[in-house]
Structure formats: C-alpha cells, structure tokens
C-alpha cells in the first residue's frame, strides 16, 4: 500500500479536463506514437503524473469515467520497454496506485505487454504480485487468462517464473537493460548500420500502434470517377509499399447494382495505369468488397457493411483495436445522411472512426456552413479530415522545413525583402465535357477560394510552436488561421475576370449566356508586421499556353545595383513548381560569361526529378497527392487538411466578391485558347504588384513559362 507521503503527492496530481482527448503525452501514448510520447516527457514532465477521465466504451453507465495514469495507460498498449523506463524515472509513484481498480502490473499483463516491460514493473514494486485487481484477481491468475497474447512457450514460461518468483527470475542481460529493445522498438539503428530511409519509415509507422490493428476502409461512392481515378489507386499504392495493416479489408458503397467481381473489374482498368505488378494489383482486389443500398443514407445498408466488416475483425482477435475510415466520394448534398448512417449503424466499437471528405465544400459562406452543420452534428472535428489535395503536393509538404530550417530564409521571408508574391494554377485545356459542373462554381470557387489561399497561407504563416508530434496538426492550423484572420475580403476593383473563346460550346453547359470565369487573377494583402504592404497575387485559369502551378516570390531591386554595374540588374526570384517536374530555383544574378562584365540572370536550382526520383529507387518513390494524405489520415496527421475555421474564414474572404460577380452579372473578358490570358491579367500585375519582368531571360529547359520570366 502506499504510504500517507505518497498518496499525498497522487491526491495533488494534475487532472486533465479533456474529456475526449486527454492531453498531449495521453494521446501519443493512444496512438502508440512512441516517439511523440518520449517528446512529451521531455517538453512537457508535468503530463507524466497528470491523470485522464475517459469515458469507458464498456460500462452501461455512460457517464462512468476511468481515471488513468500514463504509465497505466502504457501497459495497456504493448509498449516498448523504453517507455515504461522512462515513465518510471519520470514519476515512480505511478507503479503503485491503483487506476479502475489496477495496478499498472494488472494491466501489462492482461493486454501483453513484453517480458521487459513486464520484468521493470515488478522491480519496480515487487509487492504488486501479491495484490489484486478489483475482481479480486492477481497477476498470475490475469496471464492464465491471458497467456495466448505471448505466441512463443519461451516467452510464456520466463513470464510466470517472473510472475511466480519475483525479483530472483529477472533476466539481468542487455535487452532488458533497454539497448537492444531501444534500437528494435524505437528504430535507432546502429552508428555502423544505418538503416534506409524506407525502412525507417516503416519503422516508424509500426510504432505507431495502428500500422498492427485491424484497419476496415470503407469507400462511399465507390462506383464514381474519383474513387475509380484516385481513391483506390491510391489504395493501391498504399498496399504496395506495405504501407496499409495486414489483413486491411476495402469495402465499396454505392447504389449501383454491382457484385464483388463486377467491382473489381471496373476498376482493373484504372488499377492497371498505375504500373504495378498484375499480382499485386489481383491481390489487392482481392481485398475489396461491394454493397450496394437504396440511398447513401440507408442505415439497413451500412448494418450489412457493419456486419461484414465486424465479422472480418472477429477473425483476428489479439488486435487490440480494429479501426474504420470512411471515404467520401460523394457530394456535398448527401454527407448528412450519409454521416446518420454511419453513425447509427457502423462506427468502430474497439478503435478509431475517421471521415475523409471530399470538395466542394460549399460554394459560398452559407453553403459551407450548412454542409459543416451537417457533419458537426454526428461526429467531432477529430474524426474528419477535409481533403484538399494540394496540401499533399511535395513541394507544398516542403514548405515548413525550407522556411523555417533554413536560416536564410527567415532572415529575408519579409516586407522588407519581397516586392510580392505570385501563385499560379494554368491548364492548357477548358472543361472538356466537365462544363455543367464547372459553370456552376468558376475558376475562384475551383481553384483559389481552396487550392492557392491553402498554400499561400503555408508561405505566409508564422512559425508554429511545434511542426512534428500530436500537437503539430492543431499549432500549424491555428497559424494558418492566423494569416487568414489578416485579409480582407476580396473586391471587384482587386481582380481582372476572363472566359476563353468556345467556353460555351461545350454542350454539357446550359446558359449560353453564363457570365462564369475560367481565369481570374486577385490581389489580397496580409496585414501582419511580417507582411504588411506585401502583394500577394493568386492567378488561375483554364484553356491557356501551358500546364503550371507554382510559387514565384520576386525580391526587392538589389541596392545601388544599377549605380554599382552601370547596367540594369534583374530582381531575384525564388520559384517554387508544383507541377510538372517538381522544383525550387532562384534566379541569381551572375556575370555574362566571356569579356562582357554585364549582369546576367541563372538558376540555382534544385530539380526534384533528377536529384531524389532518379537515383536507383523504385517505382512510387514520389507518391501522389492522396497516397501522401490518405496515409495522413491512417496516422491521425491533421495538418495537410483544412480546419473547420479554416473553412468558414475562408469564404468569408471570397463570398462578398462571388455574389457581386453573379447579383450584377459582371461580365468576364475574353480571351483567346491557349494564350497567356488577358492581357489586362499581365497589366494588373505590373501595377498592382509591382512585378517587373525580366524579358531578357531565358532557362535551360522549357518548364519556365516557354522561357519567359513571367508568372
């Protein structure tokens, strides 16, 4: 029992008030994201000795709360010895208080903990093997019940000679002592032995608890052109790379009338594009499933998926949890029904249920708000991720370790530095048969509204207070919501508007007469310290010279420079591209080669193809936006999606200046096929910007605007 001293320092431990989360170390420990937790410890040893009231999934009274510990907490979840060491460390008096009636000993041994885990808790507190548990039962008589949880006899029989003899059956050798368990179960690898990249991240995932439970993906919407384009391709991918858990089940809904095997081969075809091996690509499906309902809100529909699903996860049952996603490739009008269903008849019992949701969202303020209004109401900000899928772009996902692990780019990421910065999205195409989707939401709603305001906030945000942990993904959003919170909303007088010749031709479009833009360019500022006074450009459009998305921030004429070179030299520019062919250069000022002393424009550049995706590696080594963000989600990584102020702050920014654009029929420009655009666009931008071209330019390749220096 513990004495008066020590239940006095319990009694005055801190108690966290999150009723669905717990606080930071708790959720790390949730996810078994083991590295998070040491993070935790360290940054945060106060959380060590903090207690969590979590409702308990399993009592008829639902408002029974356990209260837990975090080294209770731990050995619920097969830890790394590692973690029950530096939890002991960190507040010893853990290992003898009781939580729902356990000793952390009652716990290890009853979800399996290994035997070093195990073998620390006991020297610990070695009167623990004495005592019970509140059904009266003691640790040997927990691991009778339980012993089907270690899979070797070796390790059976050293745990109840530990559990029978104390102390004199410790095992005094290294892997006890934690190197070896460190390196294997925290993927530190020797100094003369460094592992792979690849390797280390399997590692990591493997740590982090849900790469080893039971994972049901449930894709709505699976007989639609984006789950056959990109969310089973991206499955695919996943599985491919090992990169989904063993015995992952796929089950695809929808309202068509279709058998498993109809499933599997319509979407062959799209699986075959993506050049993995034909039996890779036959085992996979042979994951996939199909039930069709009546509507997507049939709640008598999602209880047969609940039944295939639960009877897939009772063939496995030493997982300690079996987790849901939910993939919403439908529209926006049938989420909330959907969302009822779901909720009703199919979430998980024993893990996690996440949401991935698709835009549009909305297509102005009161529209979003209602289709957040629908989701809100069934499930928390936790279970859903709202893709956009730019964020999982390589070079957006780069953006936070080039600005803030670079320290030269702090120094000049400034108003007295930048003259402005331009964001581009062109496609050398128009609508192509997509015209009656398209006219209904304009190139602002499409691509800037979501796209270019997502990554502009990325190269405009401040640093947040941690880019890597569980607490990351709320830190990076709250910064971001602070860019957003600086801009005002956009008018007319800030934006030129253009159609391209032929837009109405396509058939699929109704009002010949429709006044929808398929370019645009606008001008907002970010009225920061950091930022005020600073243009920032966003440029889209459909049907013009070529195929580009990319950051383009010019810099400040060099000082004296013209005085200094008797000569005109051009502003630096740092372009980061998107697509195609991933890159970031500077255009630097050099000397002309040869007796001319004259100032001349060349790259310093990093290109993505040729220095990472070239080099030997296999296929896949650069995966695609939603392979990147559906793993996203599968980790609980919430900061490559949108919040839901995120959301809201955005359209609040853009609805004004939509509903003028359709309330006054604002007429668009138009512009020929395959151009640059207006040519208003190029005007805007000189003036309102700024921006001064350097037309003498030319690059090496022809990825840079057709060798122009334009944006």
């Not at 270690?150 to 410790?170: Q, Y």
């Not at 708000?369 to 996902?397: P, T």
Request: charged share 30%; with cysteine.
């Amino acid at each position: 029992m513990i004495g008066s001293e020590k239940k006095s320092e319990v009694e005055n431990s801190r108690h966290s008030s999150i009723e669905d989360g717990g606080n930071l170390l708790y959720i790390a420990i949730e996810e078994r994201n083991w590295k998070s937790a040491l993070s935790r410890m360290q940054h945060s040893p106060h959380e060590v000795s903090t207690f969590v009231y979590r409702v308990d999934p399993n009592s008829r009274r639902s408002k029974f709360k356990r209260r837990l510990l975090p080294l209770h907490c731990v050995c619920m979840r097969r830890p790394p010895s590692l973690i029950v060491s530096a939890l002991l460390a960190s507040y010893p008096q853990a290992v003898e208080v009781k939580c729902d009636g356990k000793l952390p000993l009652h716990f290890a041994v009853k979800y399996g903990a290994s035997l070093e885990a195990i073998q620390m808790l006991v020297i610990a507190f070695p009167n623990a093997l004495k005592m019970v548990d509140s059904s009266g039962k003691n640790p040997m008589t927990i691991f009778g019940e339980n012993k089907e949880k270690w899979k070797t006899k070796e390790k059976k029989d050293s745990i109840k000679r530990l559990l029978k003899e104390g102390v004199n059956a410790v095992i005094m050798d290294e892997s006890v002592a934690g190197t070896k368990s460190f390196k294997s179960e925290m993927g530190v690898a020797d100094d003369d032995d460094a592992m792979e990249e690849e390797k280390d991240m399997l590692t990591t995932l493997n740590e982090e608890g849900w790469k080893t439970a039971g994972l049901a993906i449930i894709v709505v919407g699976a007989s639609g052109d984006l789950a056959k384009k990109k969310t089973y391709p991206s499955l695919l991918y996943l599985f491919n790379d090992d990169l989904l858990p063993e015995d992952t089940i796929i089950c695809g809904y929808a309202r068509s009338q279709m058998s498993h095997e109809d499933l599997r081969n319509k979407l062959r075809p799209f699986l075959e594009k993506t050049k993995c091996d034909g039996d890779v690509i036959s085992k996979f499906l042979s994951m996939c499933y199909y039930s069709k309902g009546a509507s997507y809100g049939d709640a008598d529909a999602f209880k047969r998926i609940n039944d295939h699903v639960s009877s897939h996860e009772a063939k496995f049952p030493k997982k300690l949890e079996h987790n849901r996603l939910f993939y919403f490739a439908i529209p926006p009008n049938v989420f909330a029904e959907t969302g009822v269903a779901i909720k009703k008849t199919c979430m998980a019992s024993k893990g996690w249920t996440r949401l991935i949701v698709e835009k549009p969202f909305g297509r102005d303020l009161k529209s979003c708000e209602d289709m957040l209004a629908s989701l809100s109401n069934e499930f928390d900000e936790s279970q859903m991720f709202r893709i956009d899928h730019y964020l999982g772009k390589e070079m957006v996902q780069n953006l936070l370790i080039l600005r803030f692990g670079n320290l030269w780019f702090e120094r000049m990421w400034n108003r007295d530095n930048i003259q402005c910065v331009i964001l581009t999205f062109k496609e050398p195409f128009g609508t192509d048969g997509r015209g009656g989707y398209f006219d209904n939401y304009g190139i602002i709603r499409d691509i800037i509204q979501n796209h270019l305001l997502q990554v502009m906030t990325l190269l405009a945000m401040e640093a947040p207070t941690r880019a890597t942990g569980p607490e990351a993904g709320e830190n990076i959003r709250n910064a971001k919501v602070q860019v957003l919170n600086a801009i005002s909303p956009v008018t007319l007088d800030e934006c030129v508007l253009g159609q391209y010749e032929g837009y109405t031709d396509d058939e699929t479009i109704k009002n010949k007469n429709t006044n929808t833009p398929t370019f645009a360019v606008a001008r907002v500022f970010v009225n920061t310290p950091r930022w005020a006074g600073v243009p920032f450009i966003f440029k889209a459009g459909k049907a013009l010279n070529e195929r580009k998305a990319e950051m383009r921030i010019q810099f400040k004429d060099a000082p004296a420079a013209t005085f200094l070179f008797d000569d005109n030299c051009p502003r630096n520019e740092l372009v980061i591209r998107m697509q195609p062919h991933e890159a970031i250069y500077m255009k630097t000022n050099v000397k002309a080669p040869g007796f001319s002393g004259k100032p001349v424009q060349a790259e310093l550049e990093v290109n993505y193809e040729e220095r990472f995706f070239h080099s030997g590696g296999k296929a896949g080594s650069n995966p695609d936006a939603y392979t990147r963000l559906i793993l996203d989600v599968l980790r609980g990584r919430s900061a490559t999606f949108v919040r839901e102020d995120e959301l809201r702050r955005s359209w609040e920014i853009w609805t004004p200046l939509l509903h003028k654009i359709e309330r006054e029929n604002i007429q668009p420009v138009i512009y020929k096929q395959g151009s640059r655009g207006p040519v208003e666009a190029d005007i805007f931008i000189e003036e309102k910007a700024g921006y001064k071209r350097n037309v003498n330019y030319t690059v090496a390749d022809d990825n840079d605007d057709n060798g122009s220096a334009s944006a």
